[in-house]
């Protein structure tokens, strides 16, 4: 016995490891989201002494960093200047907002930011209505959670921002936002990317005048003259921005450089109870807002588990108690047929079934849905076993009370079948809550998506944490089901054998 528990538990825990996966990995992000930890690194380690940021880590740090910047490495390894000097966040508040970007923008391979989701709150403050917001700002949004922040390219010659009521808006927004957001504008680090331009990304083709002590590019400072440099002025940087930027504005305050990455860390260590609370549900608050403003989702799901279950715990009784009560010779043989139908993959019928109901103009309804799952032959078999087994005797006083089939299978066969009849209602709620390949096929209007199908409609355009922390929100009633139904699952297995 012993060894047999043991068993049970090591095949628990084969089955529990990819569920604590999926749960870790919808709370981690582009840096982490591959790198198979059950617990995430963030929660543990900060990171600060980090060097090297030619690449993402996983450290709390590493993930605000690649959070703040877009993923751009490049930036994040330029911006490691400075050690913490309490007057620079005052300094960032009042820096003009021409000459700094609006940091935690929107990563090219991810679906939200912190800026989009604050800016879409302000807009909402702003806003009564999105269709107000549409004509205000000549867009066809189809709800607040699809408006995204305007790009600025403050730091690029020939650059101007786009006019209209939309950008005016947007400079009053960012005054709004904190130290935090702040990212100031550095001529320099424009240098260095012009460089990587003219370099063709390799730094041996730096000119050594220009290197100097420098191993990258992200090391390099800017000059005051030479070709390069001229050319630099001529095609690169805004002329505006040469006579007055953040770093001729912090020069005047200290001689040191400009303190990024040391208030960046002092940030991280104050607030690191919120930013990994943050972490940890962003994805998981994207899905539920993505779920319950993307259509009928959640709704058309709870309709369709109701009808099967409805349906099926109609027509299959009523097949079993007249195969149960009025036998015949065929009896085996339908029983048999009713079987043979398990034999047959699903997607076998999904082509026939589709063009069926196309002929019947059901296509895009919930009748599409429902009746080609209303009878199982597998139910149907179950639920004749179990009436055979009752006492004939009971029938008989109700035959003898003057009682009709109806109310003998209103009155007495299905109150005795309730534990089976309750484990055929979880069987038809699992069928219709993870259908998806079948009501991906039939209903094609995204009003009518069910859940399984909004959701892999968002795989296509999330990454892999979004999608894990979709899969895990979609789990949760799945899970709740069973918790709380295992009694009646127990029953209804047990209970048909015993009699």
């Known amino acids: 016995m012993a060894v047999i528990y043991l068993l049970l538990i090591l095949g628990g825990v084969t089955t529990l490891y990819p569920f604590f996966m999926m749960v870790s990995t919808g709370m981690k992000g582009p840096t982490d989201q591959n790198d198979n930890r059950i617990v995430p690194e963030y929660w543990g380690t900060l990171g600060l002494d980090n060097k090297d940021w030619s690449k993402p880590l996983g450290t709390l740090y590493g993930?605000?960093?690649?959070?703040?910047?877009?993923?751009?490495?490049?930036?994040?390894?330029?911006?490691?200047?400075?050690?913490?000097?309490p007057k620079f966040e005052t300094f960032l508040q009042e820096l003009p907002v021409n000459l700094w970007?609006?940091?935690?923008?929107?990563?090219?391979?991810q679906v939200t930011s912190r800026l989009?989701?604050?800016?879409?709150?302000?807009?909402?403050?702003?806003?009564?209505?999105?269709?107000?917001?549409?004509?205000?700002?000549?867009?066809e949004n189809a709800g607040f959670n699809f408006v995204t922040p305007p790009s600025e390219l403050l730091d690029r010659k020939g650059w101007s921002p786009p006019k209209g009521r939309?950008?005016?808006?947007?400079?009053?927004?960012?005054?709004?936002?904190?130290?935090?957001?702040r990212v100031p504008i550095r001529v320099t680090r424009s240098w260095q990317e012009f460089m990587r331009g003219e370099s063709q990304g390799q730094f041996s083709r730096v000119p050594t005048a220009l290197a100097g002590t420098a191993t990258r590019f992200e090391e390099l400072t800017l000059p005051t003259s030479g070709p390069e440099f001229g050319k630099f002025v001529q095609t690169r940087v805004p002329p505006a921005l040469l006579a007055d930027n953040a770093e001729i504005r912090w020069s005047k305050t200290s001689t040191e450089p400009m303190p990024i990455a040391g208030f960046e860390q002092e940030f991280v260590k104050k607030n690191a109870d919120s930013i990994k609370s943050e972490f940890t549900s962003r994805?998981?608050?994207?899905?539920?807002?993505?779920?319950l403003l993307n259509g009928?989702?959640?709704?058309?799901?709870?309709?369709y588990c109701a009808l099967l279950i409805l349906v099926q715990l109609t027509v299959n009784p009523i097949?079993?108690?007249a195969l149960s009560r009025y036998p015949i010779k065929a009896t085996g043989k339908i029983l048999i047929f009713l079987l043979a139908t398990m034999a047959f993959p699903a997607e076998v019928a999904m082509i026939p079934s589709f063009l069926l109901l196309k002929n019947l103009n059901l296509l895009n309804t919930f009748w599409a849905?429902?009746?080609?799952?209303?009878?199982?032959?597998?139910?149907i078999y179950l639920l004749k076993g179990f009436f055979d087994s009752l006492p004939q005797e009971l029938y008989e006083s109700g035959q003898l009370d003057g009682a009709k089939e109806v109310t003998m299978l209103w009155k007495i066969a299905l109150p005795l079948s309730r534990p089976v009849l309750g484990y055929l209602a979880l069987l038809a709620f699992m069928g219709a809550y993870g259908a998806f390949l079948f009501a991906f096929l039939i209903v094609q209007d995204r009003q009518m998506w069910t859940l399984m199908v909004s959701i892999y409609q968002l795989q296509i355009v999330a990454p892999k944490s979004v999608v894990m922390a979709a899969l895990t929100l979609a789990a949760v009633p799945t899970l709740l089901v069973f918790l709380f139904a295992q009694r009646v699952i127990m029953r209804g297995i047990v209970l048909p054998g015993e009699r």
């Not at 751009?72 to 200047?81: E, G, K, L, N, Y």
């Not at 970007?101 to 391979?109: D, V």
């Not at 947007?170 to 935090?180: D, R």
Request: without cysteine.
């Open 319 to 321: 097949a079993a108690y």
């Open 283 to 291: 994805n998981f608050r994207y899905v539920a807002n993505y779920i």
């Open 101 to 109: 970007h609006a940091g935690f923008r929107q990563a090219p391979n």
């Open 296 to 303: 009928r989702a959640v709704l058309n799901t709870l309709i």
């Open 116 to 139: 989009t989701l604050r800016y879409q709150e302000w807009l909402k403050g702003r806003f009564p209505t999105i269709q107000e917001l549409n004509r205000t700002y000549l867009e």
């Open 63 to 85: 993930k605000y960093l690649d959070d703040k910047y877009a993923g751009d490495a490049t930036m994040v390894q330029s911006t490691r200047i400075g050690g913490y000097d």
């Open 166 to 181: 939309k950008w005016i808006d947007w400079l009053e927004f960012k005054k709004t936002l904190s130290a935090e957001f």
């Open 369 to 379: 849905l429902v009746l080609p799952a209303a009878a199982s032959g597998y139910m």
